[in-house]
């Protein structure tokens, strides 16, 4: 019933941009943050960004200054504006939300994931 859906990904050349969507359905309890992760081949899955329901954030150092990261309005969707591409940014980005009920974690939701491909 939960499903998240990403889109956005695709191939693009170093210095290019790209915006990835998510959008959450079928959650009936709080979405307290959302995020992007990214694997890429040979590597440990790991966080890109995170937005909580305040509107604090966290950023990769690797990602600091080129990536941005935003929530909708309906508060389900998450968005990562990624700009000044680089090769190294080549994975798979899954969106993730973190569901809280009464301030308990009840469930870590992901995405099927979309590829992000960097090169010239």
């Known amino acids: 019933q939960v499903q998240l859906v990403e889109s956005g990904g695709g191939l693009v050349q170093p210095g290019g941009s790209l915006r990835l969507s998510c959008a959450a359905s079928?959650?009936?309890?709080?979405?307290?943050?959302m995020g992007w992760y990214r694997q890429a081949p040979g590597t440990q899955r790991e966080l890109v960004a995170v937005?909580?329901?305040?509107?604090?954030?966290n950023y990769a150092d690797s990602v600091k200054g080129r990536f941005t990261i935003s929530r909708g309005n309906a508060k389900n969707t998450v968005y990562l504006q990624m700009n000044s591409l680089k090769p190294e940014d080549t994975a798979v980005y899954y969106c993730?939300?973190?569901?809280?009920?009464?301030?308990?974690?009840?469930?870590?939701?992901w995405g099927q994931g979309t590829q992000v491909t960097v090169s010239s």
């Open positions: 993730n939300a973190d569901v809280r009920a009464y301030g308990n974690n009840v469930g870590d939701y």
């Open positions: 079928g959650i009936i309890f709080e979405i307290y943050a």
């Open positions: 937005i909580r329901s305040g509107g604090n954030t």
